[in-house]
């Protein structure tokens, strides 16, 4: 594959996989984007999931992470589940 930025992989991989999946990406109470995680300092990563995917009680289901694909994604993915893992409220407004 060759080498594409995040916003690509965003648009050419992840999007059509989710919408396949039946998630609506225009549906904010199905699919947010760019959502900040309650407790963290934006330093060394900057504490924002590139995709949160919700139950309809509003409960986050998962969190779904994009890169460019220059960057080793099992490295950078681990890394942040380690960070989002430790902590309990991905999105604060949701019970």
């Not at 989710?18 to 947010?32: E, F």
């Not at 949160?52 to 509003?58: K, R």
């Not at 289901?61 to 950078?76: D, G, I, Y």
Request: net charge negative; aromatic share 8%; hydrophobic share 35%.
């Amino acid at each position: 594959m060759s080498r594409i930025s995040e916003t690509a992989t965003r648009a050419k991989l992840i999007d059509p996989l989710l919408t396949a999946a039946g998630w609506n990406l225009k549906d904010r109470t199905q699919v947010d984007f760019e959502i900040p995680v309650d407790g963290y300092d934006k330093e060394p990563w900057n504490g924002i999931t590139d995709y949160c995917l919700f139950h309809p009680s509003g409960e986050v289901l998962a969190v779904v992470e994009a890169k460019k694909t220059s960057r080793h994604p099992r490295k950078t993915i681990l890394e942040q589940a380690e960070l989002l893992c430790g902590n309990s409220r991905i999105y604060p407004d949701v019970p």
